[in-house]
């Protein structure tokens, strides 16, 4: 059914179904991602001088898109308060270490950078704009980069 638009503010009542869904499948490729260098980060090096918690592999959150501001957002982070099972360090702590290339605060041969590897690969690389560009073409519009 064809929806009549008066307004700016129709207008945006009437995109946000899209917006919302849209916003949500970028946030899933990032979630995706994030999950997946945590995984290699878990799997590409077994501590001897330490027991995991493994906190920080089930730290990752996906904020499901709300309206907000005009707009539409989503979030995908590492929830460092929910790591708390540590001793002497915190999750902010582990977390940084993780994207520093460290495990446990020390140095060893399998460094990914969590985060880092994560934006590289769906942010800087351009994946995520491609997405955007696709959807947008997926639903009629006309879109040059």
Do not use: C
Not at 103 to 131: A, C
């Amino acid at each position: 059914m064809a929806k009549h638009v008066k307004n700016m503010s129709e207008l945006a009542k009437a995109l946000q179904p899209t917006l919302i869904n849209f916003n949500n499948q970028l946030a899933d490729r990032v979630y995706e991602t994030l999950n997946y260098f945590l995984l290699d980060y878990y799997a590409g090096y077994d501590p001897a001088s330490y027991q995991r918690t493994k906190d920080f592999l089930y730290s990752v959150v996906k904020v499901e898109a709300e309206p907000y501001k005009g707009g539409v957002r989503a979030a995908v982070f590492i929830d460092t308060d929910s790591m708390n099972n540590y001793t002497n360090v915190s999750g902010y702590q582990v977390a940084e270490w993780a994207d520093e290339g460290l495990h446990g605060g020390m140095e060893v041969d399998h460094k990914p950078h969590v985060w880092q590897d994560t934006m590289d690969n769906t942010v800087n690389n351009g994946e995520l704009l491609k997405l955007a560009v696709d959807y947008l073409k997926s639903k009629g519009f006309s879109v040059r980069t």
